[in-house]
T-cell receptor, first 115, second 115 residues
């Protein structure tokens, strides 16, 4: 079974600064996807970024980038130039590509951006 | 982008009544839909996976007779909480995806309160 661990229950960052959220996972699969989802106070789940395990290049989406270390099974999210609207719960998620592929979520990290 | 509509967003009802929540994929055909439950400040807990035209697959510990799931078409899945009680009060979220290697797109969730 796959597990996803987010070791930081809460983080805070000053507006315009950079913050990194940690995520590690455990799997015996070789091909899989990793995701970061954002859940703001409105509770809508928003896909922030996706990484395919077979790609060595780290995914980036504007101010959001990941540091994917496959051997270490680590998938951290870096948010640059933090904005107040980035305040949310962030979930790291794993999905295998074989039968029964469903999202396995971490416990989440609450990020507060301060002005 | 892919849009998933969930209705209603909020429902308050008396103990013993049944409540139906709808999840629709508005601009794509969803081969698979998922139903999650989320408690405050916690992660999403998968309740069941629903494939169009077949019976839902429930996660361990989820009562299939309490949480009825129907996926009658490629754009609609419903969750019915039968004979709801206060302990069923929670935030329920659905998601949908086109194919097995595509990301899940989430509805805005339903806040269910049983008095």
């Amino acid at each position: 079974a796959q597990t996803v661990t987010q070791s930081q229950p809460e983080m805070s960052v000053q507006e315009a600064e950079t913050v990194t959220l940690s995520c590690t996972y455990d799997t015996s699969e070789n091909n899989y996807y990793l995701f970061w989802y954002k859940q703001p106070p409105s509770r809508q789940m928003i896909l922030v970024i996706r990484q395919e395990a077979y790609k060595q290049q780290n995914a980036t989406e504007n101010r959001f980038s990941v540091n994917f270390q496959k051997a270490a099974k680590s998938f951290s999210l870096k948010i640059s130039d933090s904005q107040l609207g980035d305040t949310a719960m962030y979930f790291c998620a794993f999905m295998k590509l074989t039968y029964g592929n469903k999202l396995v979520f971490g416990a989440g990290t609450i990020l507060r951006v301060k002005s | 982008g892919a849009v998933v509509s969930q209705h209603p967003s909020r429902v308050i009802c008396k103990s013993g009544t049944s409540v139906k929540i709808e999840c629709r994929s508005l601009d794509f055909q969803a081969t698979t839909m998922f139903w999650y439950r989320q408690f405050p400040k916690q992660s999403l807990m998968l309740m069941a996976t629903s494939n169009e035209g077949s019976k839902a697959t429930y996660e361990q510990g989820v009562e299939k007779d309490k949480f009825l799931i129907n996926h009658a078409s490629l754009t609609l899945s419903t969750l019915t909480v039968t004979s709801a009680h206060p302990e069923d009060s929670s935030f329920y979220i659905c998601s949908a995806r086109r194919t097995s290697n595509q990301p899940q797109h989430f509805g805005d969730g339903t806040r269910l309160s049983i008095l």
